[in-house]
């Protein structure tokens, strides 16, 4: 079994910065392709961003040029840099992984912007 623990959400005017991470009990080089999404209320959630162990990533294109997925292998954590926050950003934001076909996924971590 694997948990992921999201931090580093908040509140944020627009045009602003937040860092968020996402800390694994498990190998990252085991569970490869890491995935960030997002929830806003009454919206089906979104892929944000994945990266996988050998360097690829992939982002939507609402987000492509404003946020960076990032990962640390030898602390099993992932990381998302959001710039230029908008208001429509405003969602909880969720790591997943998958390990031995079974996805798992972090508790969220909330972030809102203020326009």
């Known amino acids: 079994q694997v948990q992921l623990v999201e931090s580093g959400g908040g509140l944020v005017q627009a045009g602003g910065s937040l860092r968020l991470s996402c800390a694994a009990s498990?190998?990252?080089?085991?569970?490869?392709?890491m995935r960030w999404y997002r929830q806003a209320p009454g919206k089906q959630r979104e892929l944000v961003a994945s990266?996988?162990?050998?360097?690829?990533?992939i982002y939507a294109v609402s987000v492509k040029g404003r946020f960076t997925i990032s990962r640390d292998n030898s602390k099993n954590t992932v990381y998302l840099q959001m710039n230029s926050l908008k208001p429509e950003d405003t969602a909880v934001y969720l790591c997943?992984?998958?390990?031995?076909?079974?996805?798992?996924w972090g508790q969220g971590t909330q972030v809102t912007v203020s326009s």
């Open positions: 498990a190998s990252l080089l085991r569970i490869n392709t």
């Open positions: 997943n992984g998958f390990l031995d076909g079974t996805a798992y």
């Open positions: 990266s996988t162990s050998g360097g690829m990533t």
